[in-house]
């Protein structure tokens, strides 16, 4: 099975950059995602991390660590519009493609 | 546009009664999932289908079904509501390309059982 844990809330200031960490015991390893989901609203997909190392999408920025089961997710310049719930999902070894996901974190941007 | 739209988006039921959520992806997808969000426990797989006739129980499939009959639905059936049944529900579609093949979300349906 999948144990994802993941801080359950962040405030962070706007124009800050905010670091969301996410780690995860699992019997195989096949990718990890990121979502941002605005309160009310679906899931949207972010980013995806199957190799070690950071992969970067303009502000947004993922990182991965297969050896210490260790992800984070990196948001620069933060606006008001990033308040929302960040959720690390893993997805199921052996060519599958069902994900478990954490139970998010959910991030409150300052003025 | 390629869309995954969910119906109602709004259910109130009682006790007891048979409730089906409605699930439909324009995306031609293989992959489709349902999930239940709840406070505290995040997304939780309700049941999963890789294509036609083909369905899978996942972490909490109990008093749920599904039925996959072609590609572009995947309705879920509550066999007799439970409160405990009261939730937020999505569904979700993918491709198996090989790719990151992220899931695309469906709007939600929000499922009160009095």
């Known amino acids: 099975g999948q144990n994802i844990d993941q801080p359950t809330e962040m405030t962070a200031t706007e124009g800050a950059i905010v670091q969301i960490n996410c780690t995860y015991q699992t019997s195989g390893f096949n990718g990890l995602f990121w979502y941002q989901q605005h309160a009310g609203e679906a899931p949207t997909f972010l980013s995806y991390?199957?190799?070690?190392g950071l992969e970067e999408k303009g502000r947004f920025s993922s990182f991965l660590s297969r050896s210490k089961g260790y992800s984070y997710l990196l948001l620069k310049e933060l606006q008001m519009k990033d308040s929302a719930s960040y959720l690390c999902a893993v997805r199921d070894p052996g060519g599958y493609q069902k994900v478990t996901f954490g139970t998010g974190t959910k991030l409150q941007v300052i003025p | 546009d390629a869309e995954i739209t969910q119906s109602p988006r709004h259910k109130i039921t009682e006790t007891g009664r048979q409730v089906t959520l409605a699930c439909h992806q324009t995306w031609n997808h293989n992959n489709m999932f349902w999930y239940r969000q709840d406070l505290g426990h995040g997304l939780r797989l309700i049941h999963y289908s890789y294509g036609v006739q083909d369905t899978n129980k996942g972490e909490v499939s109990d008093g749920y079904s599904v039925s996959r009959s072609n590609t572009e639905d995947l309705p879920l059936t509550l066999e007799s509501a439970a409160s405990s049944q009261t939730s937020v529900y999505f569904c979700?579609?993918?491709?198996?390309?090989?790719?990151?093949?992220?899931?695309?979300f469906g709007p939600g349906t929000r499922l009160t059982v009095l």
């Open positions: 991390n199957v190799l070690d």
């Open positions: 979700a579609s993918s491709e198996s390309a090989g790719g990151p093949d992220e899931q695309f």
